[in-house]
């Protein structure tokens, strides 16, 4: 499935650039996301706790950054084995354009899912899917806004 | 591990059983009785069908240690003796080919005739299909299970 | 009451399965129990990097972690099809390599890799979750569109563009020039879709090895028993033939997922003498919606032309079938043995051509699944039937009485000679319970109410009784199709009855029966029924294509003729009389025009005791035959349907559904028609609800029963199921079979019903209420373009 989305974020761009690298940043915003570990400077290790319908499973995995244009924008692609329950994985292109003050955040994910997961909650991926790129990027909004992220 | 007791069929029995034992399991494993069916994983086929405390419930979503105390019957003790007349309407209207559904069907059908009667309602053949959305057949088309069930409920 | 031939006795049988007593394989559990759990891929198509089990190897309760590679290792040879078919141009089907664990590859989500060995299910379960499998992911061809297509990813090195044979049947000249000949040519392109068979058991294996005697032994959920041993000795070594025993216990339902010796059987056995224990497998639902073979998936193009008259002259059709990833043990034959021959149906044609190809996919093996090629065939004539008088403007139900077939035999241009039948009579039984001429009242009445009502019908034939076994072989198949029989009378006259037959539902412990208790007028309650286990019953070939009665009770009828001739001949015998006019009735065996007779049971033991048979005979009173069959048996029916669609939702409820069969001889009324509803329930289930749905990287979507649609008791009506009986001559008791007609002949019947209730051709199955609502809408559309 195939997601896009906008943000205005109220901070310049650098500052949300550095923040889009910055592991801890990422593991507050990703859902369910308990461990994320920089093994390189584009190559993070991560530990994710996903519920799809009736299936809940615990992923482990690596994200790695790729088609880095500082401060611009960046390929941002994770991959997860929740063993029994299957696997996940996706990707986010992501894209900071400078106005004024502002900066506006644009991305564009596609995800996939497979073995039990996509057997017994594909009519459910959609929904989640939007669901958790929602609270990501809800979550990275609210780090500039000094805002609760929603729930 | 957990203690249990609850009453089977008649029968206190007792056991220490991981938490995530599932009554279907608790049934089949610990206490091998074999009649009561496991069809698929969603709990939707009704195989597992027992009661507890007089009510139709799916054993494969129950918990065992939840039951401490509780009444069973399972398909094995619903009749004491002869047969009860939900197993001789099955046989009568051929009710059943393979017999994996048949228990849970059954013990379906003797709750909704119970309830209805309890009601004062009226059991129609599209009541009794409406009834059966929780129980699968691949066998029968369920014609003759809906024969059976009206034919059982005229007579209990 | 008749407890004989043509009496609707109640099931012997069902007081175990109403009580909870029915013996299933899962319910089998030997002392020194262990339990498997299968590691499965993810993945559609991926090579095999590595296998780590290293974390599940060190479990609390583990056994052993067993792979491919070491079974390939210890000889366990690779699954086959046992049914070679040749392509058109001479050379041999393309079969490719599948192992019961994969070793390089794994080429559809399920396929297994490593099997865990533990002290219980859940322990098995949690560590097959801790073996860590080094996938590479590879491009995939998840459907049959994709993979035919240049340059789709190549699932087996032998199989070059995927392809598995390009096969033909009829002749293309005579088609071609049928076609040209005609006034009014039909053209349509169907897809029959995608099922997953569901019996309600799941399958499991119980696998046991005995070091001591070298010996196996294994309870499995199979229709045919002594093939599986078969082909697990003589083919995947897993044991040599006389030291493995298979004993298919009570097995619920089957439908044709139950034929085939899976990779799971295979590996229990084998695992039971690695770890030296008892080893089980039950698979769950979900495992079996992603390993029991699936049926159908074939995408047809076809044209059918009709001259002056409305008389069909040729009939060509191009196929193209999914095998899916690998050739499961009868996959070849489906598509074709199994359906061109049957592509005359009903109908006089003198000309007909078939072309089928077929082609790998990364999805689950596709094999028979109840009808297994016969339904394709039905709903691709009855479709163009249908649509051909609708474009003709001639009333459907004429249009095939002028094409019926009145004489017979008869033979097809498609290999068929059929035997028996009548056509016309079964016709005009179906219009008239339905009441077709009240039809357009109804109609009139339920538009009243703002709803869509249609009627639609479906006249078919099937082949069933599989098989004269030079036909088959001579067609390709490995084995001979036979079945073999055994009746032992006890010295106190009760009657063991050994079938190679199985019954998963189908009652024979009565049926069987019956043919006994007719021929000699003994209590039914006499007669017992052993099936189901290689060391108690003799060679045979298990149930499926409808042949249990049509061949395995003609086994029994022709060991019933030599007891028979036994008999005469002892109490002719001991009653100084002539053999010729002995009469054996009503459990009594007399000498005709006198008062002289034995009772049945004295017969038997004077067998036994011998103090006063005849000179030289042997003592006992067991006899055997095997029968195998002239012809196949080709039963027909006429279905009606008629449906009531809610042209705001496109709902569609079926509001009456009829049928007229003719079976040949019925030996139970009561049993015939619960298959009929069965098979019946299950062609509405491929009509209305079900598919099996993979997404373009060949993820299965609706692998459970939340997103599997199988068929509710309200999604089906009461049905009107009656019988017209013309015997088949090709067998000693007339019948025909009737296992698989209401699967082979409901799915046309229902979407001619409702195509006719919404005014277009065009409508898939399954008639989901958003497909029909789209046709609605796209027919509407194309009115207004008009």
């Known amino acids: 499935m195939d997601l896009t989305g906008e943000y205005r974020i109220a901070a310049p761009r650098e500052v949300v650039w550095a923040a889009l690298n910055d592991a801890e940043v990422l593991k507050a915003c990703i859902p369910g996301c308990t461990e994320l570990v920089k093994t390189s400077d584009t190559t993070m290790e991560a530990k994710v706790a996903l519920k799809i319908g009736p299936v809940k499973a615990k992923f482990s995995g690596a994200v790695e950054l790729q088609d880095i244009e500082a401060p611009q924008s960046y390929t941002i692609q994770g991959e997860g084995n929740g063993g029994v329950a299957g696997f996940a994985k996706g990707s986010a292109d992501v894209l900071l354009t400078e106005d004024g003050e502002e900066t506006i955040l644009a991305f564009s994910s596609h995800a996939k899912v497979g073995g039990k997961l996509a057997q017994i909650g594909s009519r459910l991926i959609n929904s989640t899917a939007k669901k958790l790129a929602n609270k990501f990027f809800d979550s990275f909004h609210a780090q500039f806004n000094d805002e609760v992220p929603p729930d | 591990m957990t203690s249990i007791n609850m009453n089977v069929n008649g029968k206190a029995v007792s056991g220490d059983v991981p938490d995530e034992t599932l009554l279907s399991e608790f049934l089949r494993e610990h206490l091998r009785l074999t009649g009561t069916h496991i069809g698929c994983d969603t709990s939707q086929c009704g195989a597992c069908v027992v009661h507890i405390d007089g009510k139709a419930v799916k054993s494969c979503s129950t918990l065992a240690v939840s039951l401490e105390g509780a009444e069973v019957t399972t398909i094995e003790g619903l009749a004491n003796g002869d047969l009860h007349p939900m197993q001789v309407a099955f046989n009568d209207n051929h009710g059943l080919q393979c017999g994996f559904c048949t228990p849970g069907m059954i013990m379906s059908g003797v709750d909704m005739v119970k309830r209805y009667k309890a009601e004062g309602k009226d059991l129609t053949s599209d009541a009794i299909r409406a009834e059966l959305e929780g129980n699968i057949c691949r066998c029968t088309g369920y014609h003759n299970i809906v024969k059976s069930i009206e034919d059982a409920a005229a007579k209990m | ?786």
């Open chain 3, 1 to 786: 009451m008749s407890s004989g031939i043509g009496a609707s006795v109640k099931r012997k049988e069902d007081k175990r399965f109403t009580t909870g007593k029915g013996k299933y394989t899962d319910d089998v559990r030997n002392d020194n129990q262990a339990y498997a759990a299968f590691v499965r891929s993810p993945h559609a198509h991926a090579r095999v990097k590595g296998i780590d089990t290293s974390a599940a190897m060190a479990m609390d309760g583990v056994i052993d972690v067993l792979n491919g590679q070491q079974l390939t290792g210890d000889g366990i040879g690779n699954i086959i099809c046992g049914w070679a078919i040749t392509s058109k141009d001479g050379s041999p089907m393309n079969m490719g390599a599948w192992s019961a664990l994969a070793t390089e590859k794994v080429r559809y989500v399920g396929d297994a890799v490593a099997v865990v060995i533990a002290e219980t299910q859940a322990l098995a379960r949690i560590a097959a979750e801790a073996v860590d499998v080094d996938y590479e992911e590879l491009p995939v061809a998840a459907s049959v569109l994709t993979s035919m297509k240049d340059g789709a990813p190549q699932i087996h090195e032998n199989a070059p563009g995927n392809q598995i044979y390009d096969w033909e049947l009829g002749d293309e000249a005579a088609a071609d020039a049928g076609l040209a000949s005609a006034t009014h040519i039909t053209s349509l392109d169907l897809t029959n879709n995608r099922l997953s068979p569901n019996p309600m058991e799941p399958r499991s294996a119980v696998a046991k090895y005995d070091d001591a005697e070298d010996h196996y032994t294994l309870y499995t959920t199979s229709q045919n028993p002594h093939v599986a041993r078969l082909v697990l000795s003589a083919f995947y070594n897993v044991a040599p033939e006389h030291k493995l025993r298979v004993i298919a216990p009570d097995v619920g339902g089957g439908f044709g997922a139950k034929i085939y010796i899976y990779p799971e059987e295979i590996t229990c056995l084998w695992a039971s003498m690695k770890t030296n224990r008892s080893v089980k497998w039950t698979s769950d639902r979900s495992e079996a919606f992603i390993t029991d073979a699936h049926g159908r998936d074939h995408v047809t193009s076809a044209k059918m032309g009709f001259d002056d008259a409305g008389k069909i002259v040729g009939f060509k059709v191009d196929t193209i079938a999914n095998i899916g990833a690998y050739m499961s043990l009868f996959s070849s034959s489906v598509p074709t043995y199994l359906y061109a021959p049957l592509l005359s149906g009903q109908y006089n044609i003198q000309n007909i051509h078939c072309n089928v190809r077929t082609y790998y996919t990364n999805t689950v093996p596709v094999d028979a699944y109840r009808g297994a090629g016969r339904p394709e065939a039905t709903y691709l004539v009855e479709r163009m039937m249908e649509t051909a008088a609708r474009e003709m403007g001639m009333d459907p139900a004429e249009l095939r009485r002028r094409n019926f077939i009145q004489e017979f035999p008869h033979q097809t241009p498609v290999l068929m000679q059929y035997d028996a039948g009548d056509f016309p009579k079964i016709l005009e039984m179906a219009q008239e319970t339905a009441d077709v001429a009240g039809f357009p009242a109804r109609r009139a009445e339920a538009e009243a109410r703002g709803k869509l009502r249609g009627i639609g019908y479906s006249t078919f034939i099937e082949a069933c009784g599989l098989a004269p076994s030079k036909a088959a072989g001579s067609l390709g198949a490995g084995v001979g199709l036979w079945e073999s029989a055994e009746v032992r009378v006890n010295p106190v006259g009760s009657i063991e009855i050994l079938t190679g037959s199985h019954s998963h539902g189908q009652g024979h412990e009565t049926t069987f029966a019956q043919v006994v208790a007719d021929r000699f007028g003994v209590p039914i309650e006499n007669v017992q029924i052993v099936h189901g286990d290689t060391d108690k019953v003799q060679f045979g070939m298990g149930t499926y294509g409808s042949r249990s009665g049509p061949v395995g009770m003609s086994a029994v009828a022709k060991a019933l003729d030599k007891v028979e001739a036994k008999v005469r001949k002892i109490a002719a015998h001991a009653l100084e009389a002539s053999e010729d006019d002995i009469v054996i009735e009503g459990g009594e065996v007399k000498v005709a025009g006198t008062d002289k007779s034995m009772a049945w049971h004295e017969v038997g033991l004077a067998a036994y005791i011998a103090h006063n048979l005849p000179e030289g005979m042997e003592p006992g009173l067991k006899e055997s035959a095997f029968f195998d069959p002239v012809n196949f048996s080709f039963p027909s029916g006429a279905f009606i349907c008629e449906v009531e669609v809610d042209p705001d939702t496109g709902t569609t409820e079926i509001v009456q559904f009829t049928s007229a069969d003719d079976f040949g001889t019925i030996i139970n009324p009561m049993i015939v028609e619960g298959q009929v509803h069965g098979g019946v329930t299950q062609g509405i289930g491929q009509a209305l609800l079900e598919q099996v749905v993979y997404d373009e990287d060949g993820q299965l979507l609706n692998g459970s029963y939340m997103d599997y649609t199988m068929p509710r008791a309200a999604d089906v009506p009461s049905f009107h199921v009656q019988h017209h009986e013309t015997p088949s001559p090709n067998n000693p008791l007339g019948v025909k079979g009737c296992g698989e007609a209401g699967a082979i002949g409901s799915p046309p019947a229902v979407i001619n019903a409702i195509t006719d209730a919404i005014g277009t051709n065009d409508l898939a199955m399954p008639a989901t209420p958003q497909a029909v609502w789209r046709a609605i809408q796209a027919g509407a559309k194309s009115v207004a373009a008009e």
